[in-house]
């Protein structure tokens, strides 16, 4: 019985003659794919947004977005979590990404690592996942032996989980509370699913990290109102978000900001109510971090 290709390993007519192109013709050929993208990950909205919902209640109650990925699914998950701390200011250990074959196979591929479902057990149990926690297994074929092994374990555990892939056969369904599936088709070099399924990836990470941030008042308006102002670029950032919320000049933006330790929130409270830092802190504490219903009182 021939074996069946999952939809990441279909040939792509449209490429079949690709190294015949010139370097344009090649890189239109890649823009015109990469168009699919966006469209496959708006037939799934529903199912992301149902994770965001999950994922943003674990936040408020103390739980953790624990990624874990093979090659490039798995870099991935470690990028869109290393991003989170200084856009949002949360610990590290809040959004954690984890990859087959450990931090060595962040930059060396470690091809093996994906084929085995007691490494992804093992990485699961090591990682500290709990009941509270949501674990998102990420693969574009949905089916390496090492995300089946983590989201088997994490359902065991009675942990939340949710499936990333690009193929509708995946086997991650079957222990996935929620199943995303961006199908963008056959990539234009056959099986290199760092390319569409890769891009498709990134974008439902942006999402699930984003909008839950957003859910949990990490943003005001579209400001990113926590953003650690630990260089002189986003220091300036924070500066401009300040003036702007508030109303005021940017050098008196800046004092409330000296004040307040470069903390946004606070130095927006502190501008708009007129009020000192400890009252402040106060007000925001008293609303669990959300400015919106802080500058209400």
């Known amino acids: 019985m021939e074996k069946k290709v999952a939809l990441t390993e279909a040939r792509n007519s449209a490429s079949i003659n690709i190294d015949l192109?010139?370097?344009?013709?090649?890189?239109?050929?890649?823009?015109?794919?990469?168009?699919?993208?966006?469209?496959?990950?708006?037939?799934?909205?529903?199912?992301?947004?149902?994770a965001v919902d999950i994922i943003s209640e674990a936040f408020l109650k103390g739980g953790n977005l624990l990624y874990f990925g093979a090659g490039t699914s798995g870099r991935l998950g470690i990028l869109d979590a290393?991003?989170?701390?200084?856009?949002?200011?949360?610990?590290?250990?809040m959004v954690r990404g984890y990859i087959a074959g450990g931090d060595k196979a962040?930059?060396?591929?470690?091809?093996?690592?994906e084929d085995s479902f007691e490494g992804g057990e093992s990485d699961l149990l090591n990682s500290g996942a709990k009941f509270g926690d949501v674990v998102v297994g990420i693969s574009a074929s949905g089916n390496a032996p090492y995300i089946l092994?983590?989201?088997?374990?994490?359902?065991?555990?009675?942990?939340?989980?949710?499936?990333?892939?690009?193929?509708?056969?995946?086997?991650?369904?079957?222990?996935?509370?929620?199943?995303i599936c961006p199908v963008v088709g056959a990539e234009v070099l056959t099986g290199s699913s760092r390319l569409k399924a890769g891009t498709a990836q990134k974008m439902t990470?942006?999402?699930?990290?984003?909008?839950?941030?957003?859910?949990?008042g990490k943003v005001y308006q579209n400001y990113m109102i926590d953003v650690?102002?630990?260089?002189?670029?986003?220091?300036?950032?924070?500066?401009r978000i300040v003036s702007e919320i508030a109303e005021i000049t940017y050098d008196e933006a800046k004092k409330h900001l000296e004040r307040s330790n470069y903390k946004v929130k606070p130095a927006v409270i502190m501008a708009l109510l007129n009020i000192?830092?400890?009252?402040?802190?106060?007000?925001l504490k008293k609303r669990n971090g959300r400015l919106r219903e802080a500058l209400k009182c």
């Open 21 to 50: 192109l010139s370097s344009k013709e090649i890189l239109e050929i890649m823009n015109k794919e990469d168009r699919k993208v966006a469209f496959a990950v708006e037939k799934e909205l529903d199912n992301i947004a149902k």
């Open 82 to 93: 290393s991003e989170c701390p200084p856009t949002f200011s949360v610990s590290p250990e």
């Open 106 to 113: 962040i930059k060396t591929s470690v091809e093996g690592a």
């Open 149 to 179: 092994g983590v989201l088997s374990k994490a359902k065991q555990l009675n942990i939340a989980t949710a499936g990333i892939a690009c193929n509708t056969e995946a086997k991650i369904k079957q222990f996935s509370d929620i199943f």
């Open 205 to 216: 990470l942006n999402m699930l990290t984003t909008a839950s941030m957003i859910r949990i």
């Open 228 to 239: 650690c102002p630990s260089n002189v670029k986003l220091k300036d950032r924070a500066t």
């Open 276 to 283: 000192d830092l400890e009252k402040a802190d106060t007000l």
